[in-house]
Nanobody, 130 residues
Framework: QVQLVESGGGSVQAGESLRLSCAHS?????????MGWFRQAPGKEREEVAL????????DYAESVKGRFTISQDNAKNTLYLQMISLKPEDTAKYFC??????????????????????WGQGTQVTVSS
């Protein structure tokens, strides 16, 4: 069982930055996970934002956030991060941290569909105004 708790959301102006954190517990280091961030805007489906593997594989990003968002992890702190810069109003959504028991050499091989992820945080709201 993996427990995920997000923090760091808020309301910002377009062009500003935010860093989201996801503290995870009961994570088994011997197991391999795809972990990452998804977001869901009102009236839209939940979509992948950024993924990373716990085995150290390269990250994967949605096209809409490439060059602006950076996913990283601190294994000593059991924390996943999403650094977001140059935020746009269309980034407004509830952001969720998720984990899937899945071994991949690179996050590009991680599943992109929400159904593949069995562990979810409660989400944190990000609102970007123009």
């Amino acid at each position: 069982q993996v427990q995920l708790v997000e923090s760091g959301g808020g309301s910002v102006q377009a062009g500003e930055s935010l860093r989201l954190s996801c503290a995870h517990s009961r994570y088994t280091p011997s197991s391999a996970y795809c972990m990452g961030w998804f977001r869901q805007a009102p009236g839209k489906e939940r979509e992948e934002v950024a993924l990373i593997t716990t085995t150290g594989g390269g990250p994967d990003y949605a096209e809409s956030v490439k060059g602006r968002f950076t996913i990283s992890q601190d294994n000593a702190k059991n924390t996943l991060y999403l650094q977001m810069i140059s935020l746009k109003p269309e980034d407004t959504a509830k952001y969720f941290c998720a984990a899937a028991l899945f071994r991949a050499d690179s996050a590009s091989a991680c599943p992109k569909t929400t159904l593949a992820y069995g562990y979810w945080g409660q989400g944190t709201q990000v609102t970007v105004s123009s």
